[in-house]
């Protein structure tokens, strides 16, 4: 199994040192061509802005379009998260292109700007369930997106209560109490559509491997119908201390 991690910015090594503690390799893609030799994609969290104009200037749009319109497995988290929607509000002037597929619109710096970054113990039934190992896991957000509004086809997978992402309320990234998902003041922040991945949260710069097993799992079965990697529940799940929130590659 061969999984591409779009290496244009951002956390992309941090994916594919996590692809190899699962025994899975990653191979960074720069090119349409590339994307041939993978059978699933990550996009990382980094600049939206600098990432989209980077895939124009590679020429990716049509081929990352391609890719997840045949129904390939695709995470993006973060910035990826940003790409894979159909809207993103909060734009920088003049936009940016966006690959698209995922049907929801997200808020591109819904918690405000770098300061406001943060990490909170968020619950993950739907991952605890099918991965094991404990009920939440280390969640951390960098100049993050929140998913505001869901078509009927996502599965929402996370959410946190505005008030506990410390200062949601305050962020001038929020336009009104309306833009929030209507259900109990409550920000999306993961969920699956098809083979679609999306979390607004890096899990590549904590320990908790179990979104990266959660997500190979979404790769076709290997023939004997076993799936492609060994359950996560014996690797240490504690958080190996603080995130690398002032990363360079998040600026
Ligand atoms: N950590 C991240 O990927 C930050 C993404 C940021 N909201 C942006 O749009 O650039």
Redesign the pocket.
């Known amino acids: 199994m061969v999984v591409g991690v779009l290496a244009l910015q951002?956390s992309f090594n941090e994916h594919i040192a996590v692809l190899k503690r699962l025994g899975v390799k990653g191979v960074q893609i720069r090119k349409p061509e590339q994307l041939q030799n993978v059978t699933s994609l990550i996009i990382p969290?980094?600049?939206?802005?600098t990432m989209a104009k980077l895939a124009e200037y590679h020429n990716l749009f049509p081929a990352l379009r391609e890719f997840v319109k045949m129904g390939n497995p695709v995470w993006g988290t973060?910035?990826g998260l940003?790409f894979l929607a159909n809207k993103a509000t909060g734009q920088k002037t003049g936009g940016q292109e966006l690959i698209g597929g995922l049907d929801c619109t997200v808020h591109?710096?819904f918690f405000g700007s770098q300061i406001q970054s943060f990490e909170t113990e968020l619950p993950i039934p739907e991952i605890a369930a099918k991965e094991g190992g404990p009920p939440s896991c280390r969640a951390v957000f960098?100049?993050?997106?929140a998913i505001i509004e869901v078509g009927p086809d996502v599965k929402v997978l996370a959410d946190i209560p505005v008030s506990s992402a410390e200062t949601a309320s305050s962020s001038p990234a929020i336009q009104s109490e309306e833009e929030l998902t209507k259900s109990e003041k409550k920000v999306i922040v993961a969920v699956k559509q098809g083979n679609l991945l999306a979390t607004a949260f890096?899990p590549e710069l904590t320990a908790d491997t179990r979104w990266h097993s959660y997500f190979l799992k979404m790769e076709p079965e290997t023939e004997d119908g076993t799936s492609a990697i060994a359950s996560t529940s014996s690797v240490d799940l504690t958080f190996t201390g603080r995130a690398m929130i002032d990363l360079p590659i998040?600026q």
């Not at 969290?45 to 802005?49: A, I």
């Open positions: 951002g969290g980094g600049e939206s802005t973060c910035a940003i591109r710096n960098i100049r993050a997106p890096h998040f």
